[in-house]
């Protein structure tokens, strides 16, 4: 094998960046069209429980890239010792006020309320982060639709349809499965007639169905956990994990690792999702998309 | 290989008669105290649409069961051409009503009627079938509980566990998709953690993963498509298929056949569920203990 053989046979990298670019520009314009016609614009709620360092700067990337596009955001701000009552309640008043088209519980919530009960509460109509049961129900069931579709999981198959790659009758390997990508990146990948296994903790010997796999997605946390020789040859990966690894060189000592080696994966693959930069902005946009949608339900703006 | 070692190696027959006598004897039980405790007996009531006879002979077989362990079982009909909105108004009622606890909407419904939005209309709370998105996101989703599960898809399970049957680490293997059973049967053995893998009409040589599965539960359609050579040695095997085949010799010149060449499968599989007397007869008894469940819910009875 000659060297540019060599170099030939490295995987072509998703550029999560530029697509998520390309969406939020469309949302964007999506806006602009909405606010000349009916002078109106989607408004996006964000319940923010306790004072954690990691959801303030979740919250403040959301809220940036609503800005961006013509979001109007806000985020309601309760202490850390607030009771499940409080939150429903604020949660309720969201569900009422007609500016509002999605509503954010930001999870990890304080371990003394019920993640699940205040979840419940949201309207399924305006549950962007899409995890209610009713639109995780939907979404499992043929002949239905949800009103919303989990964003990361809705990130992956957008990066595979636009990257032109065929779902239907591949071997699709799920590692993890989360509410957030596992559980419905699973069923979004059999709507669009993979044959799909999820593996999990308990699964053994798991490289052995993931070396079966056409598509692998992957969200473990457990950084470069996913070897190269885990893969099959051109198989197309998609790294949701996003693990903060030591490292002394960088800023702040942290760099984002994903699941996967990828500098073993991208010998072997023939497309893959970097970390950061792959899958991270696309689940951005797809909020603010999301956001979109609902607020062209509720004003049946076409 | 001796005779009695060949014998030895046939899979030992899942006695599905038996085990949903069990079952039904044990609901019997607790409904015979549920009455004489409070004076209140769980209340079943089937939806019939049109004049189906394969439906009005399921009905027949519910209401028959229903009455044989104490559960008051009534069928409100209506003519095919119905409009949707007389349905959804017969369900409504029936959710109002305190002495109902189950609520089925026998499918299939006359072509002209949405389905989903009549299913939708059923209280989570009555939906002894587990067909509505509620309770199948609250199935599908880690840290909730559904009301109900898909009477089938239980069955499988029951079998499973009255078998002692681990399923954790275990690679199982669903064929089909349905809400029946490939759908919450794939949801339950996740729960269970076993490594699942489902197969469809889509999935290129359906028989290499079957081939590394330990439990095999299919729900296709199609007789006889599972043959001995898809299976693992030792493999086991649910199967959900109820195919009426043509058959001279018998009354009504038909026969049941299940999805899977039970001759060449009993050769190979450690157990294996017959076709009939298998998953049928603890499906019909899963449906009596979700009704008592439901009742026992409604009047706080433990």
């Known amino acids: 094998m000659t060297l540019s053989e060599a170099a030939d046979r490295r ?19 999506e806006i602009l069209r909405m606010r000349d016609t009916i002078g109106k614009q989607p ?33 309601v701000e309760l ?17 009422e006020d007609s500016s509002i088209h999605g509503i954010i519980v930001q999870l990890p919530l304080p371990k003394h309320l019920d993640g699940e009960r205040i979840l419940n509460v949201v309207n399924p109509e ?13 979404l ?6 949800p009103f919303f579709i989990p964003c990361a999981a809705k990130g992956c198959i957008e990066l595979l349809l636009r990257r032109g790659i065929e779902m239907l009758g591949k071997n699709a390997v799920v590692i ?10 699973s069923l979004l990948l059999q709507r669009h007639h993979a044959t799909v296994s999820v593996i999990h903790s308990f699964t053994k010997n798991p490289q052995d169905l993931t070396r079966e796999a056409d598509i692998v997605i992957t969200d473990v946390g457990v950084p470069n956990m996913i070897r190269g020789n885990w893969l099959k040859q051109g198989a ?6 996003t693990n903060a690894v ?57």
């Open 79 to 95: 202490p850390a010792d607030c009771t499940e009552d409080q939150v429903i309640h604020v949660v309720s008043n969201l569900n």
């Open 246 to 302: 030591k490292d002394p060189n960088r800023k702040h000592r942290l760099r984002l690792n994903g699941d996967v080696c990828f500098e073993e994966a991208v010998q072997v693959a023939s497309a893959i999702t970097p970390v950061p930069g792959g899958l991270g902005p696309v689940t951005i946009s797809m909020l603010l998309s999301n956001t979109l949608d609902s607020a062209k339900r509720a004003y049946t703006f076409v």
């Open 236 to 241: 197309v990966v998609i790294d949701a994990g």
């Open 126 to 138: 305006k549950d962007v982060d899409g995890f209610h049961p009713l639109n995780m129900g939907s």
């Open 140 to 145: 499992a069931m043929k002949g239905r639709e």
């Open 43 to 75: 408004g996006l709620a964000v319940v923010l429980v306790g004072e954690r360092n990691d959801s303030y700067s979740f919250v403040r990337i959301k809220m940036k890239a609503c800005d961006e596009v013509g979001i109007a955001s806000s985020a």
């Open 11 to 29: 995987a072509s990298i998703i550029d999560g960046k530029s697509i998520g670019a390309a969406i939020k520009s469309q949302v964007a314009a």
């Open 176 to 185: 993890g499965r989360s509410k957030i990508v596992g559980l419905p990146v």
